[in-house]
């Protein structure tokens, strides 16, 4: 009932941490769900899967791929009603762009 949320909470971990070695692996199991939301039970939406898949390149050095990814992130994030989400989305990408 857990495992997509905490193959997100992962990703970010692991982001955090700067750690490609796994990176890749947890690319790999998210990047079939690119078009699904992250819904923690009824409690949350954190928003488009595609905003983990850019965190997720930009540790793995992809830079445009990260970039795609966040982009297609805002967008789906705004079209589904969640601005919070779009908010974070919009912050990573411009911390990824400051680099």
Not at 1 to 14: G, I, Q
Not at 37 to 42: D, E, L
Not at 71 to 78: K, T
């Amino acid at each position: 009932m857990f495992w997509f949320a905490t193959l997100s909470v992962l990703a970010e971990t692991c982001t955090l941490l700067r750690d490609a070695a796994r990176a890749q692996e947890l690319y790999d199991l998210l990047e079939p769900f690119k078009e699904r939301n992250v819904q923690v039970t009824q409690a949350v939406c954190w928003g488009s899967v595609e905003r983990f898949l850019g965190l997720l390149a930009a540790v793995l050095g992809r830079g445009e791929a990260a970039v795609a990814h966040l982009q297609s992130a805002i967008a789906r994030n705004e079209a589904g009603g969640n601005p919070a989400a779009a908010a974070l989305v919009r912050r990573d990408l411009a911390k990824l762009l400051a680099k």
